[in-house]
């Protein structure tokens, strides 16, 4: 097993930037799903793809978009960055039958 | 909607004593549930589930939890605990469903003193 990883590890932007998170899938997960942890609290759900169609979405904006790749890796992109999407963003891959969600170590981004 | 509730947001204790993390879930479908732990700086990792069958679940490194459906409760507990214990422990809950996102708790800090 490879485990998930991301990249890259921390990120500083500034507001109103773009950003691109990406994300590489445990070998044989076919579901991804994106988190946002901000600090001192739970990760919260931002998306989740399965089979490179996004298969369900938690309460964040439109601004915050997705892809999944036919290799099962996966991209989070941010427009127009806020001061508050300063957060840890967690990877997640697993398999839809088995409920195994494997986390990435994450990536630290900062907006300023 | 369903929702994950930690009691208590932060838990200090001695070395070798046991612990109890508290965990509430409520929900009107069945349920799967989960404990994660955060090392600082660092991603989750899967402690242990609960997905069907025996109502009581073992790691590896000595936690356990058990399934309560008439309290919705999935509460933590170690025995005896080691400074190496000290993290952030976070509940989690998914429904049946093929979307399945998990829903988390605030966690937990657990700070094991010596």
């Known amino acids: 097993e490879t485990g998930v990883t991301q990249s890259p590890t921390h990120l500083i932007k500034t507001r109103g930037q773009q950003v691109t998170l990406r994300c590489s899938s445990q070998?044989?997960?076919?579901?991804v799903s994106w988190y946002q942890q901000a600090l001192g609290q739970g990760p919260q759900f931002i998306f989740q793809?399965?089979?490179?169609?996004?298969?369900g979405r938690g309460n964040f904006p439109p601004r915050f978009s997705g892809l999944q790749f036919p290799n099962y890796s996966s991209e989070l992109n941010v427009n127009a960055l806020e001061l508050d999407d300063s957060a840890l963003y967690l990877c997640?891959?697993?398999?839809?039958?088995?409920?195994?969600?494997?986390f990435g170590s994450g990536t630290r981004l900062t907006v300023v | 909607a369903q929702s994950v509730t930690q009691l208590d947001s932060q838990v200090p204790v001695f070395e070798e004593a046991p612990v109890e993390l508290r965990c509430n879930y409520s929900?009107?479908?069945?349920?799967?549930l989960f404990w994660y732990v955060q090392y600082p700086n660092q991603g989750l990792q899967l402690l242990l589930k609960?997905?069907?069958?025996?109502?009581l679940v073992e790691s590896i490194n000595g936690f356990e939890a058990e399934f309560n459906k008439s309290q919705t409760s999935f509460h933590l507990r170690k025995p005896s605990v080691h400074i190496s214990d000290t993290a952030e422990y976070f509940c989690?809950?998914?429904?049946?469903?093929?979307?399945?996102?998990?829903?988390f708790g605030k966690g937990t800090k657990l700070s094991v003193k010596p």
């Open positions: 793809y399965y089979r490179e169609e996004e298969n």
């Open positions: 070998s044989g997960h076919n579901t």
């Open positions: 609960y997905l069907s069958g025996s109502t």
């Open positions: 997640a891959s697993s398999l839809v039958e088995d409920r195994g969600y494997t």
């Open positions: 929900s009107s479908v069945s349920v799967y």
């Open positions: 989690a809950a998914t429904n049946g469903g093929s979307q399945g996102n998990l829903i």
